[in-house]
């Protein structure tokens, strides 16, 4: 068999991530459609990860955010997306590298990727260096927080989008898709299930 020298892997990996880009601007430019929202897991360890020394301490390896019904300030950027969520009360900013993604997930739809964490083509640190001064930028011109709510449940973090704000919230669904009042499940366990 012959040596992969294309490095398919590779391609495949900076692909769907590129389809989390896409995805992530669309909810930025719109919101959140319909039932849509999004567990990302990622590892907190990754090279460009900006997470605060509180969510540090509480997450060493990994961590799944839910973007649903409140979230601000999402920016996406060449490299990175950046996002703000309230942990027990407390607004955060955090800046996720998409090569840091470990799997993204949209329970709606039952629609689930993953991710070798740091797979990719890219030349990481300079490359981060300048995502960080895009998102910096993109929050100055995108101005306009909006009050947070506690976003913790089951011990994971929840955020959720401005358009729900105005509706009742809905139970989210679960990984079976039914909706069972608001299970966070992790990838892990959704990875069993399929």
Do not use: C
Not at 71 to 99: N, T
């Amino acid at each position: 068999m012959s040596e992969d020298l294309l490095r398919y892997d590779i391609l495949i990996q900076d692909a769907l991530r590129g389809a989390v880009k896409k995805i992530l601007a669309e909810v930025g430019r719109t919101g959140l459609p319909g039932d849509h929202h999004f567990y990302i897991a990622f590892d907190t360890n990754a090279p460009g990860v900006r997470i605060s020394p509180r969510l540090k301490e509480r997450y060493p390896q990994e961590m799944t955010i839910v973007l649903q019904h409140q979230f601000w300030d999402l920016a996406i950027g060449e490299h990175a997306f950046e996002v703000g969520l309230s942990f027990g009360g407390v607004p955060e900013k955090l800046l996720v590298p998409y090569s840091a993604i470990k799997g993204f997930f949209d329970p709606s739809v039952q629609f689930a990727l993953e991710f070798d964490p740091g797979k990719t083509a890219e030349e990481l640190p300079e490359e981060l260096l300048e995502a960080v001064e895009e998102l910096a930028k993109a929050e100055q011109e995108h101005s306009g927080s909006e009050a947070t709510q506690d976003g913790v449940e089951d011990g994971k973090e929840v955020a959720v989008s401005p358009k729900a704000k105005s509706k009742k919230s809905k139970p989210a669904a679960d990984a079976t898709g039914n909706d069972g009042g608001g299970e966070v499940v992790s990838l892990d366990a959704f990875r069993k299930k399929t």
